[in-house]
């Protein structure tokens, strides 16, 4: 179960997601699905487009069952198998 | 203080578990698709195990070739045969091969476990 507490933690590939805010305005409003997960980056399927967005200038809105959760991007960077653990 | 770490441990794994299921899932749903992202979703699974030593269930290792990562579909990218009393998984990709003794006990898990796949 994802949940806002531990969604830091969790997968994100496979989440719907929604950049609420970004430095970049040309990123902002991006609507789209997480395919993929690096370092310092996601890759948003939006549109049939694949977009490659770094995390640190950007907050996300994901979808999860229990309702929408914000979250800064900053907290995301790391890579995924990192992430799980303590971050 | 070693309360808390056994319990963190223990949500860590679970976590872990998680994931990876997630990540087998997806790797399911994209192979149609596009393989080469299932190959991706499949080695980010398994690193994520052995990052947080979390074992692959049996099921799951077998449609994962343990070379290149595929994620193999019986009559796609793979061959599955009897031989010697085994079941012999080999990837059509890059030739390796995975067997598993078929005893009596294991008999149900592996046909179950061949047909997620099939089906």
């Known amino acids: 179960m994802i949940t806002p507490k531990n969604i ?3 997968e994100l590939i496979g989440l719907e997601v929604i950049i609420a805010g970004s430095s970049d305005p040309t990123l902002t409003s991006l609507r789209g699905r997480v395919v993929d997960e690096t370092q310092k980056t996601l890759k948003i399927e939006a549109s049939g487009k694949r977009k490659i967005v770094p995390k640190d200038i950007c907050t996300f809105r994901f979808k999860v069952d229990s309702g929408l959760v914000e979250v ?16 | 203080m070693a309360k808390r770490r056994a319990v963190d441990k223990r949500r ?3 976590l872990a578990r998680e994931r990876m299921d997630l990540l087998f899932g997806l790797a399911r749903e994209v192979f149609a698709s596009e393989p080469e992202l299932a190959r991706r979703y499949v080695s980010l699974a398994r690193r994520i195990g052995s990052r947080c030593n979390v074992r692959l269930t049996a099921g799951d290792k077998l449609c994962i070739c ?12 793979c061959r599955v045969r009897t031989h010697a009393r085994r079941v012999v998984v080999s990837c059509l990709d890059c030739g390796g091969v995975r067997r598993v003794p078929v005893t009596r006990e294991r008999r149900g898990k592996l046909n179950k476990a061949l047909l997620v796949n099939t089906g």
Request: aromatic share 2%.
């Open chain 1, 8 to 10: 830091l933690r969790h």
């Open chain 1, 72 to 87: 800064s991007g900053k907290a995301l960077v790391g890579r995924p198998q990192d992430r799980i653990k303590k971050k």
């Open chain 2, 12 to 14: 860590v794994k679970r």
């Open chain 2, 66 to 77: 343990r070379d290149c990562n595929a994620f193999l579909v019986p009559g796609v990218n």
